[in-house]
């Protein structure tokens, strides 16, 4: 299954600028270098202004260290945040470490990031550890990253106007789409959408650039191209 490109767009600079982040999210790499290969030519295509990984990036060790280069040919040429997630340390913290010391990627978990656009607005990312950050700059555009949308409570969401998120994986099994939700997955998980409002912040939930059980009806695998302007 190839994976596609979602396109969502987000008005915060009324026209006067623009910046685009290319979400990529729940790669669940094995032994093959074949999601990395795809990645790598979206991203030419699509050339980003942010690339943020959003978590489960490997199954295996040898995945994490296929998944790390990627990482590190990515970073030489974009600016890359990323945050961990729950199969990122299956495997312990000295595998993990493979990813999180990739000496030109953010690990936002870590480290709080910040860059300009080309008109001047500061961006901002972080994680829910970065609340008084995101407090201290509400002026600025800020974007939390999450691995899992269900851990989100309210207070979160504090002077975010991005939240990008992923592990749900759409449900994987879809039958119906309704308003941007997924069925029957969201009657277990109430933010099993590609998009949805949390108080003043956009959440949006990448349906996954792999699996680790390989079933998917009606739910492509997808990387998401965010656009502010």
Not at 42 to 61: F, H, M, R, V
Not at 209 to 225: Q, S
Request: proline letters at 4%; glycine letters at 8%.
């Amino acid at each position: 299954m190839a994976i596609q490109i979602r396109n969502e767009t987000i008005s915060l600079f009324d026209g006067r600028d623009k910046f685009s982040i290319l979400q990529i999210s729940d790669v669940h790499i094995w032994f093959s270098n074949a999601i990395p290969d795809a990645l790598e030519k979206i991203i030419e295509n699509t050339k980003p202004d942010l690339i943020a990984l959003t978590g489960d990036y490997y199954d295996t060790p040898r995945g994490a260290t296929i998944f790390s280069r990627f990482m590190q040919k990515t970073g030489s040429r974009y600016p890359v945040v990323f945050i961990g997630g729950n199969h990122d340390i299956w495997w312990g913290n000295r595998v993990f470490r493979r990813v999180t010391e990739v000496s030109n990627c953010t690990y936002v978990d870590r480290d709080f990031f910040s860059m300009q656009t080309q008109g001047g607005r500061r961006i901002n990312v972080g994680t829910v550890t970065h609340r008084e950050l995101f407090d201290r700059h509400r002026d600025d555009i800020n974007i939390l990253l999450v691995h899992n949308p269900e851990e989100l409570r309210p207070a979160d969401t504090g002077h975010v106007d991005l939240i990008l998120a992923g592990h749900l994986h759409g449900g994987q099994i879809v039958f119906y789409k309704k308003d941007k939700t997924y069925y029957p997955g969201a009657l277990l998980f109430r933010h099993c959408s590609d998009r949805k409002q949390i108080n003043d912040s956009t959440l949006i939930v990448s349906r996954g650039a792999g699996d680790t059980f390989p079933i998917r009806i009606n739910c492509p695998k997808e990387v998401v191209l965010v656009t502010m302007e």
